[in-house]
């Protein structure tokens, strides 16, 4: 039988937080428990933000909490070729269109939906989904459009891919969802409208890309925070147009701050850094997160 394979794949954008030690040492523990391989990769596709300098933190951090990985890493900015495959398959097979709207014509065309007292569709992060008129645009009028070099975004047409896969996905969850959902879980991707899959200048977005370097790295069981669940339908369609091997999913708690918020980088919750400067020892972030 073919050994089990975990993977943590932080994006090097920011400092750790607790959220982050929780997770690679959860995947670490069910990985030694499973006598499976733990593998890690940097999830650097967007290269504006992430940094040689941020990629080192984020190994040194890890190192200081104990976790020990499979060398080489896998970098998704060494791996372009393979994002830009996977999304000539989707062009060739009409499932996906270039989608011009700006975030301001998308504003506008939802306020104006809305003052018609209805409210406009959001997807389960609670964003609006995407109006989608450019779908039916013609081929002349596209290719005229990005001749002029009009920005756009590759978006997969929700409609066409699920009516090519059909609508019975589902997927094995050993966690458990915002709701308890956990067994074979139902895939609802419908609810996430046409979704980005990759952008002019970066050739995937985060769904196009996870799920290509699952199946190229062997990931048999993913295990990530439970904000990520409801995408987990939106990999499930991508896998399954793409011919793509299915792990096992499980999805667990997060670590929540004072207020009951997720701990982010962006709002500069205290990083692994911090706290090992403050005094902390690896056997004191294990006992925080409660992952001994």
Known sequence: MTRPVFRFAPSPNGQLHLGHAYSALLNQRMAREAGGRFLLRMEDIDVTRCTPELERGVLRDLAWIGLRWEEPVRRQSDHFDDYRAALERLIDADLVYPAFMSRGEVRARIAEHEAGGERWPRDPDGAPVYPGEDRHMSARERQALIDEGAPF?????????????????????????????????????????????????????????????????????????????HATAVHRVLQELLGLSVPQY?????????DGRKLSKSRGDTSLAALRESGATPGDIARMVGVP
Not at 174 to 196: F, K, L, N
Not at 251 to 258: F, M, R, S, W, Y
């Open 250 to 258: 499980h999805h667990h708690d997060l670590v929540l701050d004072d």
């Open 153 to 229: 975004a590759w978006r997969l047409d929700m409609a066409s891919a699920i009516a090519h896969v059909g609508n019975t996905l589902d997927w094995d969850e050993t966690g458990q969802g915002p709701e308890g959902e956990a067994g074979r879980v139902r895939a609802r991707p419908e609810s996430w409208g046409d979704v980005v899959i990759a952008r002019k200048e970066i050739p995937a977005s985060y769904h196009l890309s996870v799920v290509v370097d699952d199946a190229l790295q062997g990931i048999t069981h993913v295990v990530r925070g439970r904000d990520l669940f």
